[in-house]
T-cell receptor, first 116, second 111 residues
Framework: NAGVTQTPKFQVLKTGQSMTLQCAQDMNHEYMSWYRQDPGMGLRLIHYSVGAGITDQGEVPNGYNVSRSTTEDFPLRLLSAAPSQTSVYFC???????????????FGSGTQLSVL | GEDVEQSLFLSVREGDSSVINCTYTDSSSTYLYWYKQEPGAGLQLLTYIFSNMDMKQDQRLTVLLNKKDKHLSLRIADTQTGDSAIYFCAESYNYGQNFVFGPGTRLSVLP
């Protein structure tokens, strides 16, 4: 009964370092997405994917890369971390059945990232 | 672009009703949602309403949708201290391909 699993829970980086935030879901969801949460700004969409091999940009994609080689995994890469990327990151997934609108998102527990 | 707005804070006394309000801009929204976030946790879906409905009730929760005014509200009856959390309003559009979240309303329940 794992749902959406994110690792790590906490991470501290220095400016310029790279890292990958992991996200995995075991619900056979087609749709997966990454959000960042900043105080007073709610959640902003970074990237999303509607299926393996398909990704697209969200509202704030700059500085982040994604790939979707399997249905289960959707990693988020920071190639050169900047202090502006200090945030809490959430992965979310949904059924995304073809021909039907996504009904609801299932969220991971989040990764708190600090960039010094 | 699409936008969702909410007030940032709400305080109520335990046992009173809480009403959290939200406005949105996209008239083609498919679903509208209320999510709850407790400290240090991810968002959990509380309830959602299809855009052709006016009201949905689920135990202590009542969702009202006014499509004309693009206004969504969440009423929590008999609010308890365990209801203290951040509540996010959200809409889906583009046939559910995309979701837009409001900034969240922090509900504080006072004993």
């Amino acid at each position: 009964n794992a749902g959406v699993t994110q690792t790590p829970k906490f991470q501290v980086l220095k400016t310029g370092q790279s890292m990958t935030l992991q996200c995995a879901q075991d619900m056979n969801h087609e749709y997966m997405s990454w959000y960042r949460q900043d105080p007073g700004m709610g959640l902003r969409l970074i990237h999303y994917s509607v299926g393996a091999g398909i990704t697209d940009q969200g509202e704030v994609p700059n500085g982040y890369n994604v790939s979707r080689s399997t249905t289960e995994d959707f990693p988020l890469r920071l190639l050169s971390a900047a202090p502006s990327q200090t945030s809490v990151y959430f992965c979310a997934s949904s059924y995304g059945v073809s021909g039907r609108p996504n009904e609801k998102l299932f969220f991971g527990s989040g990764t708190q990232l600090s960039v010094l | 672009g699409e936008d969702v707005e909410q007030s940032l804070f709400l305080s109520v006394r335990e046992g009173d009703s809480s009403v959290i309000n939200c406005t949105y801009t996209d008239s083609s929204s498919t679903y509208l949602y209320w999510y709850k976030q407790e400290p240090g946790a991810g968002l959990q879906l509380l309830t959602y309403i299809f855009s052709n409905m006016d009201m949905k009730q689920d135990q202590r929760l009542t969702v009202l949708l006014n499509k004309k005014d693009k206004h969504l509200s969440l009423r929590i009856a008999d609010t308890q201290t365990g209801d203290s959390a951040i509540y996010f309003c959200a809409e889906s559009y583009n046939y559910g391909q995309n979701f837009v979240f409001g900034p969240g309303t922090r509900l504080s329940v006072l004993p």
